[in-house]
């Protein structure tokens, strides 16, 4: 019977707190190394606890955890004074609840989805989606659209991992896709015949004129949707399609990262040498273009090695997601998962210029206390379902 924790886990967070540290330290200096490292001796007592804690356990935790954290989200909001309301400040201390929100929600969620026997209709997909949908909510008032979009991808995952069918999961989330494709209406258009094709071919009757009218209202509302965004979030979607629109404006953080990490080459300028960072070209450079300076410093070699370390963690969750037989356990997995995944999918796409600028943290590198100690629960959590995956 399984009683050792993961290893592989262990030395892939390690390596990557490792490489956080040494970064942080070139980019924001031995102050801000200093808070960076308290936090990190704090976040590994944290999952060396939550390592000893059973999933049974954190089933019957959950509930109180997810409305706990709620009701900080709601706080937040009515006890800030400023602007973004996204931190509580404790003294020295900055807490900042969406991220232990993502923690949370997986936690809970993981729970309801366990109870569920089948898995098969869109209904079964609303109170999920409600459960996502109101620390989501929360955290776009702050406003954080960054933190708050992140909760839907690990709905997805998580819902597929429980037994949804992924032709159900498609057509419910497709809206999605065409409140994105409709800000060109030919692309709109292709998207809307190519999906009324589909769900003619797919002979189910209710998902058909769901499809269809849930696609063609979500097309229709997305000027809404639009001016409902922060103009700064419609500037760094603006940026994204028009990089050169707007250089020395919008456009700066995405272009200064891409020369940062293009002007890294093969093995990089050396440690502590980085022109971007050191001449301030480059915001936010210890936190979320913190792997621009990564590239720009340790060179294509620094950006590999990076990249092979986190896809070695990803794959031993996904060995652990699919080997733990508790059904508990093995969705509270697909979700942490999904989070990681996720967010180190869209803050190394942001900083190749690839994606949209979403202020979304690199997990276990870039700056930030609440960021790190939310990750290494969840990193104890794994470990605690190391431990007990062949039991039932």
Not at 2 to 14: F, H, T
Not at 99 to 113: C, P
Not at 121 to 136: E, K, M, R, T, Y
Request: hydrophobic share 55%; net charge positive.
């Amino acid at each position: 019977m399984q009683k050792r924790i993961d290893l592989g886990i262990v030395v892939a967070v390690a390596a990557l707190s490792l490489i956080g540290l040494i970064m942080i330290f070139s980019t924001a200096g031995i102050s801000t190394f200093t808070r960076q490292l308290t936090w990190l001796a704090a976040s590994i007592a944290t999952a060396v606890v939550f390592s000893k804690i059973s999933p049974r356990l954190w089933s019957t935790l959950a509930p109180f955890i997810y409305f706990g954290v709620i009701l900080m989200l709601v706080l937040l909001l009515f006890t800030s004074d400023s602007y973004p309301k996204r931190w509580f400040k404790l003294g020295w201390i900055n807490l900042q609840p969406s991220e232990f929100a993502k923690f949370a929600t997986i936690l809970f969620l993981a729970t309801v989805l366990a109870a569920k026997k089948r898995l098969k209709n869109f209904s079964d997909i609303l109170i999920p989606l409600l459960i996502v949908s109101i620390p989501a909510a929360l955290i776009f008032i702050e406003p954080d659209l960054g933190a708050a979009q992140i909760f839907y991808p690990i709905l997805i995952l998580m819902l597929y991992w429980a037994g949804m069918p992924g032709v159900k999961l498609f057509i419910f989330f497709s809206p999605i896709i065409s409140a994105a494709a409709s800000f060109s209406i030919y692309i709109w258009v292709l998207y809307f015949v190519g999906l009324t094709v589909f769900l003619y071919f797919h002979k189910q009757l209710s998902d058909l004129v769901y499809g269809l009218v849930s696609n063609f209202l979500a097309g229709l509302s997305m000027p809404i949707i639009w001016n409902s965004l922060k103009p700064y979030q419609q500037q760094r979607i603006i940026s994204f399609f028009s990089p050169w629109l707007d250089p020395k404006g919008m456009s700066w953080q995405t272009i200064q990262s891409k020369i940062a990490i293009g002007s890294g080459g093969i093995i990089g300028k050396g440690f502590l040498s980085g022109t971007q960072k050191r001449l301030e070209f480059l915001p936010e450079r210890h936190t979320d273009f913190v792997f621009s300076c990564l590239g720009e410093e340790f060179g294509l070699v620094g950006i590999v090695l990076t990249t092979l370390i986190f896809g070695y963690l990803l794959y031993k969750i996904l060995i652990l997601t699919k080997e733990t037989k508790n059904k508990f356990s093995s969705i509270l997995a697909s979700g942490i998962l999904a989070w990681f995944s996720y967010q180190t999918f869209i803050n190394i796409g942001m900083t190749l210029g690839l994606l949209p600028v979403t202020g979304v943290p690199l997990p276990f590198i870039s700056y930030g206390g609440s960021s790190l100690l939310a990750c290494f629960m969840a990193v104890g959590v794994c470990m605690a379902i190391s431990k007990s995956k062949f039991k039932y």
